[in-house]
């Protein structure tokens, strides 16, 4: 089966840096996707990776490794608002996307 | 610039009343649209999604149903509702065609059968 694994919870400090951790087993694949979500409200797009290695985008960094079926989410400078769900989802060979649970993140001042 | 909407943003229906969500996006034409449900704890679940008026896909078997009757619109519906439809639901676009890049949401609308 497909499976997309990332931790149920996460907790970091203001102004300090985090790394979330996706992997995934899926039947084929054609791009990695990471969201966030806050409480009550719907997914916003923060990055996609379909090749290896780093995309940065200010204070978030998305990774990719396919050879190992990995992805991490880095946010860097942690504000207050950074405290929401992320969810990693990747798009399998039949252009279907699999989402994982989702990792709480809580920012503690 | 495109725009999503759903409505209702909240309702509480009895079991085994009808259902019936409503999902449009302006600022494109033709786009992929797709009904999510989100579970506590577990990842989106893909219910429907549909490439064009008339052609809707179902993923999960369920007393649920959708049709998309004009290229912008997304009706989510049921006939009877139970209690294991309660959940967080989702409505999403995607640009047409394998390319397609990343979902846009709509802001969701939850749903408690009691």
């Known amino acids: 089966g497909q499976n997309i694994d990332q931790p149920t919870e996460m907790t970091a400090t203001e102004g300090a840096i985090v790394q979330i951790n996706c992997t995934y087993q899926?039947?084929?694949?054609?791009?990695l996707f990471w969201y966030q979500q806050h409480a009550g409200e719907a997914p916003t797009f923060l990055s996609y990776?379909?090749l290896d290695g780093l995309e940065e985008k200010g204070r978030f960094s998305s990774f990719l490794s396919r050879s190992k079926g990995y992805s991490y989410l880095l946010l860097k400078e942690l504000q207050m608002k950074d405290s929401a769900s992320y969810l990693c989802?990747?798009?399998?060979?039949?252009?279907?996307?699999?989402w994982g649970a989702g990792t709480k993140l809580i920012i503690k001042p | 610039s495109q725009t999503i909407h759903q409505w209702p943003a909240t309702l509480v229906q009895p079991v085994g009343s009808p259902l019936s969500l409503e999902c449009t996006v302006e600022?494109?034409?033709?786009?992929?649209l797709y009904w999510y449900r989100q579970a506590a704890g577990r990842g989106l679940q893909l219910l429907f999604y549909?490439?064009?008026?008339?052609?809707i896909s179902s993923e999960v078997p369920q007393n649920l149903s959708a049709s998309r009757p004009q290229d912008r619109q997304f009706i989510l519906s049921s006939k009877k509702l139970l209690l294991s439809d309660s959940g967080f639901y989702l409505c999403?676009?995607?640009?047409?065609?394998?390319?397609?890049?990343?979902?846009?949401f709509g802001e969701g609308s939850r749903l408690t059968v009691l």
């Open positions: 999403a676009w995607s640009v047409q065609g394998f390319e397609a890049g990343e979902l846009f």
């Open positions: 600022g494109t034409s033709n786009p992929n």
């Open positions: 549909s490439v064009g008026i008339g052609q």
């Open positions: 899926t039947s084929g694949f054609n791009g």
């Open positions: 990776n379909v």
């Open positions: 989802a990747v798009r399998d060979s039949n252009y279907q996307l699999i």
